[in-house]
């Protein structure tokens, strides 16, 4: 064999073997940005518009900016605040007042409730606002400030209005209560306790998930029971997921990130070793991010795999974490300011790991009825927080062909040790 061919042949095995070194590289972090509140104050609450462009965090001192950092406004206060997905409109509770702002926080209008602003919400469009006081007062106004409904009934903890706008629901202190956009009384169940604080709503208005204490529980937009689970140990921090609530992310304080699916059943387990404080998922459930206590961001793919994690400043603020649609960006807060994270390389195995429904109703599954899950657990591992931009190596199953890329490069590596000795 001649020393040109033997080149070749050596060239061509590195080529390979560099292929396939980089399609085992799956997904990296990079910072894009970084912002400071004015003063010492902290962000909290953070928020993607529809269309991924601008980001929005509440707080001692609000923030709204582009991605691309042409546009950013903030400095007044936005510890109860809302913003609308389409962007468009924040609203915010200051002592007595209900406040409406535009994207470029210009007021639009303020109206005065009988006592202190506990909660608001923002349709999806902006084309109504729900805003709560400490009396047990709910009102709701039109964008244009004209009044439109009102009703008194126990003090709520959170509230939320249907992507279909059609439907309010709230959290009270003595249960859920679902109104109309007039806030006329819809439903109210006062036997799921105290527990129910936080609300997610799926896109289509047929599912509502709420979560307090390690209990999470879900209902349709009539108020019938579909299921209660409580599947961590200790607290739920914080709950995410896709537009049809077919995969829900779950962060603990019992250090787990958890996976469940429309029934409640969950379907896989990362254990992180720490709290973990805000989680969020893409829409096609390809891509889950988490944030811990100390400051790590995690990035797992849609079988609960970690695929990469990154380090910031200080320890990341509870429900403080977002990831856009396509699972391309990531804006997290944490104790010292906003970060606008973009997500790199291949993050999405091909693997389905929560199927469609079969029929309507939901309430027909519960955690004991649901179709068995496709995929087993993943063992729960201590994960030791530690930055890196590169995928931990897989262990090899029947499900991924990610197994066979070690003894390819291994066999890639033979062929050129074999052609450079037989030359």
């Known amino acids: 064999m001649t020393a040109g061919f033997r080149i070749t042949y050596v060239l061509l095995g590195m080529f390979l073997l560099a292929c396939l070194v980089s399609t085992a590289a799956a997904a990296s972090l990079g910072i894009e940005w970084k912002e ?32 691309d950092s042409q546009n950013k406004w903030g400095g007044r206060a936005g510890t109860i605040a809302s913003m609308s997905d389409n962007g468009e409109y924040i609203v915010l509770g200051y002592n007595k007042d209900a406040i409406l702002i535009d994207n470029t926080m210009v007021d639009l209008w303020t109206r005065t409730m009988d006592g202190v602003v506990k909660a ?9 606002v729900i805003t709560a006081d400490n009396k047990g007062n709910y009102n709701s106004w039109a964008t244009n400030g004209e009044f439109y409904g009102r009703t008194t009934d126990d003090i709520a903890k959170q509230i939320a209005v249907s992507p279909l706008d059609d439907f309010v629901v709230a959290t009270t ?57 409580n599947p961590t140990k200790e607290a739920i921090i914080d709950m995410a997921c896709n537009r049809d609530c077919s995969a829900i992310i779950l962060g603990s304080q019992d250090g787990t990130i958890l996976a469940l699916d429309r029934y409640g059943t969950t379907r896989w387990t990362y254990k992180t070793g720490q709290w973990v404080n805000a989680v969020a998922i893409s829409e096609s459930a390809s891509v889950v991010a988490a944030g811990g206590l100390d400051g790590t961001v995690y990035l797992l793919d849609r079988t609960g795999n970690l695929l990469t994690q990154k ?47 079969p029929l309507d109703p939901v309430k027909a599954y519960t955690q004991e009825t649901a179709t068995p899950a496709l995929t087993p657990v993943i063992p729960v591992t ?15 199953t029947q499900e991924s062909p990610a197994g066979m890329i070690p003894v390819l490069g291994a066999l890639a590596a033979a062929g050129i040790v074999l052609v450079i000795r037989r030359g």
């Open 36 to 67: 400071r509140p004015y003063n010492e104050a902290s962000f909290t609450g953070v928020k993607f518009s529809e269309n991924g462009t601008l980001v929005w965090a509440g707080g001692d001192q609000m923030i709204l900016k582009s991605w």
């Open 120 to 128: 608001v919400a923002v349709s999806k469009t902006g084309n109504y």
């Open 173 to 229: 202190e003595n249960g859920l209560r679902i109104y109309s956009p007039k806030m006329n009384p819809i439903w109210s169940d006062n036997t799921s306790g105290t527990l129910d604080t936080y609300i997610i709503i799926s896109s289509d208005g047929k599912t509502i998930l709420t979560f307090g204490g390690n209990r999470l529980s879900s209902h349709t937009s009539t108020g019938e029971t579909n299921w209660m689970v």
């Open 311 to 357: 380090k910031v400043d200080s320890n990341i603020r509870q429900r403080s974490l977002a990831i856009s649609r396509d699972g391309a960006r990531i804006a997290v807060a944490d104790q010292l300011s906003l970060y606008g994270i973009s997500v790199m390389g291949n993050t999405d195995p091909g693997m389905e790991t929560f199927t469609l429904p």
């Open 382 to 396: 201590t994960v030791t927080a530690i930055e890196t931009t590169a995928q931990p190596t897989p262990a090899p």
